[in-house]
């Protein structure tokens, strides 16, 4: 049981560059989630899933586009990569049920746009 | 519009100690919270949580409290050893638990 797993690792962007984040979990979650976080500062909400073929957007949606073709995968695409970019991103899951806690978060992305 | 508020971005205790870690939210339709931990290089993991029906939950070493009233919540850790040095953060969401806003952290550094 991998959980929540997040590829690549670290990547640098040039301006204008896109790129897709990869988010992968292997416990069959209903939500799903992307945040990032900059320095100093909390996870933001950028986009969520309530199932396969459903999302939504959190608190800072723009440059960013989501899908959700199966359960087990939430990619996160990047068209036109900005300086404001920068930052770490996280992928989360979580079961839905009666205990909320329940939220696995993944490695984390690190992106540097240059 | 910052909900979720962690005024202090770091905290240094003796080990042994309490640490004391505290949480304001402006949104009173939040009605569940929970605190997370995350060392360096990792996601965050979950700590302990707790209902807006409640007004404390206890898990061995680390008690949250939780201040309706005054929009408070603070995490208590006693008593506080090394591994605990991470960051904290805590969040809350609302009813439909969709969505979930997190505070800037804290940094916990327990000196032995």
């Known amino acids: 049981n991998a959980g929540v797993t997040q590829t690549p690792k670290f990547r640098i962007l040039k301006i204008g560059q896109s790129m897709t984040l990869q988010c992968a979990q292997d416990m069959n979650h209903n939500y799903m989630y992307w945040y990032r976080q900059d320095p100093g500062m909390g996870l933001k909400l950028i986009y969520y899933?309530?199932?396969?073929?459903?999302?939504d957007k959190g608190e800072v949606p723009n440059g960013y586009n989501v899908s959700r073709s199966t359960t087990e995968d939430f990619p996160l695409r990047l068209e036109l990569a900005a300086p404001s970019q920068t930052s770490v991103y996280f992928c989360?899951?979580?079961?839905?049920?009666?205990?909320?806690?329940?939220?696995?978060f993944g490695p984390g992305t690190r992106l540097l746009v240059l | 519009d910052q909900q979720v508020k962690q005024n202090s971005p770091s905290l240094s205790v003796q080990e042994g100690r309490i640490s004391i870690l505290n949480c304001d939210y402006t949104?009173?339709?939040?009605?569940?919270f929970l605190w997370y931990k995350k060392y360096p290089a990792e996601g965050p993991t979950f700590l302990i949580s707790i209902s807006s029906i409640k007004d404390k939950n206890e898990d061995g070493r680390f008690t949250v409290f939780l201040n309706k009233s005054a929009k408070h919540l603070s995490l208590h850790i006693v008593p506080s050893q090394p591994g605990d040095s991470a960051v904290y953060f805590c969040a809350a969401t609302p009813p439909n638990f969709n969505k979930f806003y997190f505070g800037s952290g804290t940094k916990l550094n327990v000196k032995p």
């Open positions: 899933s309530v199932g396969a073929g459903i999302t």
């Open positions: 949104n009173s339709m939040f009605d569940y």
């Open positions: 989360a899951s979580r079961r839905r049920g009666a205990t909320y806690e329940t939220q696995y």
